[in-house]
């Protein structure tokens, strides 16, 4: 199987195939880029269907750290992991002890955090063993301690993100009276959801879990829509957090909103849809912009933590949004374009 010449493949500095016999580890770690420091990235573990397609995604998603992180203004590269196999019944101790011998050959060129398939227990049993893993240490939040789950971090930074988008497209500075569509109330849809109950948005939400949309309606006051519903309802904001390509060409023609704004990753299907989305007057965040506050809250943690200092940087997700926005509007590019370009001059530099 050809890396180089796949189309996903972008300049990467280093991908690194592991395996390990005795515990049946086959796993990919990538290192896109690493001129702002130490990559830094999610560990993914997932019975891919073929090597191929496990490739393709540790380059993909390695490339896409890189700008979420110099976006972020952080000291840090893009890297991710990829561990082929079904998290619920191949990752063993043996599995996750070999990942950790991995880690450590790299000597810090690569460090891993939670990811789909991973947990924040799986990072802290690897810690035993490498100290090249990252989002353990729990911290103070407003309701307690919190684990290294970064995700009330990510929820806050998308909180933050959608009052610049409203600011920039509403022109308002308080969110009272904003209607606001969730799509997915898990750990950050819900978090988020809640922040803009408080700041007095009315809320509709859609889940495939019902306890989430029972939560969500007895919590927040919530008005509960099926699935394919959330799309099309006459609402200010749509804010994508359960999974990713829902920006396509069945939902654009279908979007009343004027802002999208939320914490999925990869929420355009295709590049051309953040132009489609431009042309119809609708204001887009870039998502890697906008759920950047769990990498923020990541490497906090790896710089001392301190929680003044972890909100001031997360709120800075305001001024990088307003800068992207401000750009596209000059240019009359998509916001997506914009942020790529800042992006690139940040780490290329
Ligand atoms: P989660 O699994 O806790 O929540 C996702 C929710 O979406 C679940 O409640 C799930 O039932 C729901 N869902 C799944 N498919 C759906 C569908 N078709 N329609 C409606 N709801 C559906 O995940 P999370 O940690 O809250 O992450 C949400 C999104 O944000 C993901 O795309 C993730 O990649 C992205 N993200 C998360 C973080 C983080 O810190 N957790 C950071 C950056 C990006």
Same mark, same amino acid.
């Given at each position: 199987m050809a890396v180089?010449?796949?189309? %996903?493949?972008?300049? &990467?500095?280093?991908?690194?195939?592991?395996?390990?016999?005795?515990? !049946?580890?086959? #796993?990919?770690?990538?290192? &896109?880029?690493?001129?702002? !420091?130490?990559?830094?990235?999610?560990?993914?573990?997932?019975?891919? #269907?073929? +090597?191929?397609?496990?490739?393709? %995604?540790?380059?993909?998603?390695?490339? !896409?750290?890189t700008y979420k992180s110099a976006m972020a203004n952080l000291k840090l590269g893009g890297g991710k992991s990829v561990i082929i196999g079904n998290p619920r019944t191949q990752k063993t101790p043996e599995l996750l002890t070999a990942f950790a011998r991995a880690l450590e050959q790299l000597n810090g060129r690569y460090i891993a955090a939670e990811d789909s398939g991973t947990s924040v227990a799986d990072m802290k049993f690897m810690s035993a063993i490498t100290g090249h893993v990252a989002g353990i240490v729990d911290k103070p939040s407003d309701t307690g301690i919190r684990s290294g789950d970064p995700s009330p971090a990510t929820a806050f930074g998308t909180f933050i993100g959608i009052k610049a988008a409203v600011k920039e497209k509403l022109g308002h500075d308080s969110l009272e009276g904003l209607r606001v569509a969730v799509q997915g109330v898990g750990n950050v849809g819900f978090d988020l959801a809640r922040q803009l109950k408080e700041a007095g948005a009315s809320l509709w939400v859609t889940d495939i879990h019902r306890d989430a949309l029972?939560?969500?309606?007895?919590?927040?006051?919530?008005?509960?829509?099926?699935?394919?519903?959330?799309? !099309?309802?006459?609402?200010?904001?749509?804010?994508?957090? #359960?999974?990713?390509?829902?920006?396509?060409?069945?939902?654009?023609?279908?979007?009343k909103a004027s802002i999208v704004a939320g914490a999925s990753n990869n929420q355009l299907a295709e590049a051309r849809h953040g132009a489609e989305l431009m042309k119809r007057g609708i204001l887009y965040a870039p998502d890697y912009v906008i759920n950047a506050g769990g990498i923020i809250d990541v490497y906090h943690e790896r710089i001392g933590?301190?929680?003044?200092?972890?909100?001031? &940087?997360? +709120?800075?997700?305001? %001024?990088?949004?307003? +800068?992207?926005?401000?750009?596209?509007?000059?240019? +009359?590019?998509?916001?997506?374009?914009?942020a790529d370009a800042i992006a690139e001059e940040r780490f290329k530099r």
């Open positions: 180089f010449s796949l189309s %996903d493949f972008a300049d &990467h500095e280093q991908v690194v195939f592991c395996s390990d016999d005795k515990s !049946g580890l086959k #796993a990919i770690i990538a290192i &896109h880029n690493s001129n702002l !420091g130490p990559a830094l990235g999610g560990c993914r573990m997932w019975p891919y #269907a073929t +090597e191929e397609e496990a490739v393709r %995604d540790v380059l993909r998603l390695s490339r !896409g750290m029972t939560r969500a309606a007895d919590e927040l006051d919530a008005v509960v829509v099926p699935p394919d519903a959330i799309f !099309g309802l006459d609402v200010d904001v749509f804010a994508p957090c #359960a999974l990713g390509a829902v920006i396509n060409d069945q939902t654009i023609p279908q979007l933590f301190e929680r003044s200092a972890l909100i001031r &940087h997360i +709120e800075g997700i305001y %001024d990088n949004l307003m +800068e992207i926005f401000e750009r596209a509007r000059k240019e +009359e590019r998509p916001t997506g374009e914009v």
